[in-house]
């Protein structure tokens, strides 16, 4: 009975990820995201709005306020991510003019990345001035031949513990101060990872922030784990470690940067806004750009492994008591001691063999359905779900052919006796 079926359940596991707008590159993919056990979020975009900005600027090492914004602005004129825009527009708060923001000629910007984890601008008369993650611009700083000044950790602490970003800004060998960047937790977060964790899934939050930050911010949105200033290769490294130890994982990506990771992963889901190289590198993508889809993935996944669970089920059932019910009427004459299994007494075996094919020709037709839509998901352990499936499907594959090839066999009766 489930060999006809099979088909059709992969088919409407990829037609109903297809519904919520995710295409699954094969049917495997799908399933394979019902049996995952860890998933790897990123932190902006994905938990936050993505949206941050600069609400603060603390000077170091007898940096004033205004020049410290002034740095931070000149390191960001040619930064277009809303953060980059937000520290301009908090530096002209500050006091700082149109004219301190304009950058001498010949300078060259210094783009992002997720290997150096800081930006800025090497300015024409040989001077330079960095912004980004504390340990990159310190690891900048000391390389020029400076150290950090004493309460720069303070500061960066105090900041993180609030779980907003610390922005370090450099100028030549000296630290300059902290940028205070904030960003907002996305409404319902925490529920949704609570859903995750009702499925048996372990959350892990991938940030560039350093470790107080991300654990300030996992805390808030509820995850269970957090990697903290994560390169490519961490996200990779991490990825393998988990795979080593037997278990199944999902990432989300949107860059370059994650084409590596997205391709180990067992479940990539890249984001249609992302780049080419993601795309190819996962085996599903996002037409929404939605990183929270993957919940949806998870649970069209899980159910379509219900459903094969489930027809699995009813189909050895269903076979086993066919067999019972028609063995003893075959061979009642040869084996006289199979007369006492004969508990259903059908006219004759050749009455309970058709009256089984039969019933065995309108149970598949009928099961169709089932596959196509798919059992009910519901998030419950995998004890629950067994017990739930030997007793429906096991119980009603028992008792079904035997009502049903019963009934056939009186039908067929009736009309051979009218004949």
């Known amino acids: 009975t489930i060999g006809a079926l099979l088909a059709a359940i992969g088919i409407a596991g990829m037609d109903r990820a297809l519904q919520a707008n995710i295409i699954a590159k094969s049917g495997k993919a799908v399933e394979t995201a019902g049996d995952i056990d860890v998933v790897l979020l990123d932190k902006t975009g994905t938990i936050t709005v993505g949206n941050r900005h600069a609400t603060g600027f603390e000077p170091v090492a007898g940096y004033t306020k205004q020049r410290l914004a002034?740095?931070?602005?000149?390191?960001?004129?040619?930064?277009?991510?809303?953060?980059?825009?937000?520290?301009?527009?908090?530096?002209?708060?500050?006091?700082?003019?149109?004219?301190?923001?304009?950058?001498?000629?010949?300078?060259?910007?210094?783009?992002?990345s997720a290997q150096t984890r800081m930006s800025g601008v090497d300015l024409a008369d040989g001077g330079s001035i960095r912004k980004g993650a504390a340990d990159a611009v310190i690891a900048f700083v000391r390389k020029a031949g400076g150290t950090a000044p004493t309460g720069l950790d303070v500061i960066v602490d105090a900041i993180a513990s609030k779980g907003a970003t610390p922005l370090v800004v450099a100028e030549n060998s000296?630290?300059?101060g902290v940028v205070a960047l904030e960003d907002i937790l996305k409404p319902g977060m925490s529920e949704r990872f609570e859903r995750l964790r009702n499925m048996g899934l372990r959350t892990v939050m991938i940030t560039g922030d350093n470790?107080?930050?991300?654990?300030?911010?996992?805390?808030?949105?509820?995850?269970?784990?957090?990697?903290?200033q994560a390169t490519p290769e961490s996200k990779l490294a991490y990825i393998r470690k988990e795979q080593?130890?037997?278990k199944l994982v999902a990432m989300m990506g949107d860059g370059t940067n994650d084409a590596p990771a997205l391709a180990q992963a067992d479940v990539g889901l890249?984001?249609?806004?992302?780049?080419?190289?993601?795309?190819?590198?996962?085996?599903?993508?996002?037409?929404?750009?939605?990183?929270?889809?993957?919940?949806?993935v998870v649970e069209v996944g899980k159910q379509l492994l219900m459903t094969r669970g489930a027809l699995t089920t009813f189909s050895v059932a269903n076979d086993v008591a066919k067999y019972f019910a028609i063995v003893p009427a075959l061979f009642a004459g040869t084996l006289p001691w199979l007369?006492?299994?004969?508990?259903?007494?059908?006219?004759?075996?050749t009455s309970a063999i058709l009256s089984a094919v039969i019933f065995n020709a309108i149970i598949i037709p009928a099961l169709i359905p089932v596959a196509l839509k798919g059992v009910k998901y519901r998030p419950l352990g995998a004890d629950a779900l067994l017990r739930k499936n030997l007793l429906v499907w096991g119980l009603g594959g028992v008792i079904l052919p035997f009502a049903g090839i019963k009934l056939i066999d009186v039908v067929l009766s009736a009309m051979h006796l009218v004949a």
């Open 174 to 176: 000296k630290i300059a």
């Open 270 to 296: 890249a984001m249609n806004s992302g780049t080419q190289a993601a795309k190819e590198a996962g085996n599903m993508v996002d037409l929404d750009s939605d990183p929270t889809k993957l919940i949806e």
């Open 70 to 112: 002034q740095l931070a602005a000149l390191a960001s004129a040619a930064d277009e991510t809303p953060e980059g825009k937000s520290i301009v527009v908090a530096a002209q708060a500050a006091g700082v003019g149109a004219k301190d923001l304009q950058t001498p000629g010949g300078a060259q910007f210094i783009a992002f």
């Open 211 to 228: 470790p107080l930050t991300a654990a300030t911010i996992a805390k808030q949105a509820g995850v269970d784990d957090f990697v903290a």
């Open 244 to 246: 080593a130890e037997g």
């Open 339 to 349: 007369a006492a299994m004969d508990v259903m007494h059908l006219h004759s075996p």
